[in-house]
């Protein structure tokens, strides 16, 4: 079963613009990691957030987490075609072991040239 | 260093029949997680081995089994093919006690 949901399923934006996705779980969380997919192929790691952060930041990317609200946010700033993928949040439920992580169901950007 | 590594990279298979995925984790890593995609869903966590055992699963039948190698490669075996089976098997290797997960390309599996 899918942990969270990533808001909006689908974003097109242009080009220098930013792009903020939404991630909501559900259940208490050691921490929350955010994944690029190019066109169905392998996940690439963006970023990771514990639960006694905040916010993190990494080089264009920002990411917020509420532990109180249960949701994150990814922020993608001057964005580039390049960005063109599918997002996913993923979160490592606490009382489990390491790296059994449960997904969202992705946001796709589409960043126009 | 190479990065993990999955094969094969498109599999074609009848109902019925068994499929096994092979994967090889990234240099130094000992702990492997495998996932199921299938399209336009995010990744479910099938199960994970550490020192060539399953560690934790996740809701998947028993038709789903793996194995762990003394060199930390993988093998997931799926029998008794279904057209639901239909997915993008993804191989992620990680160190046990880190956070971080390094994926594959991924092998693409359809079921006729």
């Known amino acids: 079963s899918q942990q969270g949901e990533e808001d909006p399923q689908a974003l097109s934006i242009q080009e220098g613009e930013n792009a903020t996705m939404n991630c909501s779980y559900k259940t208490s969380i050691n921490n929350l990691q955010w994944y690029r997919q190019n066109s169905g192929r392998g996940l690439v790691h963006l970023i990771l957030?514990?639960?006694?952060?905040r916010e993190k930041h990494s080089g264009r990317l920002r990411v917020t987490l509420d532990t109180s609200k249960k949701s994150s946010s990814l922020l993608i700033t001057a964005s580039r075609a390049a960005d063109t993928a599918s997002y996913f949040c993923a979160t490592d439920p606490r009382g489990g072991a390491t790296n059994k992580l449960i997904f969202g169901t992705g946001t796709l950007l589409a960043v126009q040239p | 260093d190479a990065g993990v590594t999955q094969s094969p990279t498109h599999l074609i298979k009848t109902r019925g029949q068994q499929v096994t995925l092979r994967c090889s984790p990234k240099?130094?890593?000992?702990?492997v997680s495998w996932y199921q995609q299938a399209l336009g869903q995010g990744p479910q966590f099938i199960f994970q081995?550490?020192?060539?055992?399953?560690?934790q699963r996740g809701n998947f039948p028993d038709r789903f089994s793996g194995h762990q190698f003394p060199n930390y490669s993988s093998e997931l075996n799926v029998n008794a093919l279904l057209l639901g089976d239909s997915a993008l098997y993804l191989c992620a290797s990680s160190l046990v006690l880190e956070e971080t997960q390094y994926f594959g390309p991924g092998t693409r599996l359809l079921v006729l």
């Open positions: 957030i514990r639960s006694n952060e």
């Open positions: 081995y550490y020192e060539e055992e399953e560690r």
């Open positions: 240099s130094g890593h000992d702990t």
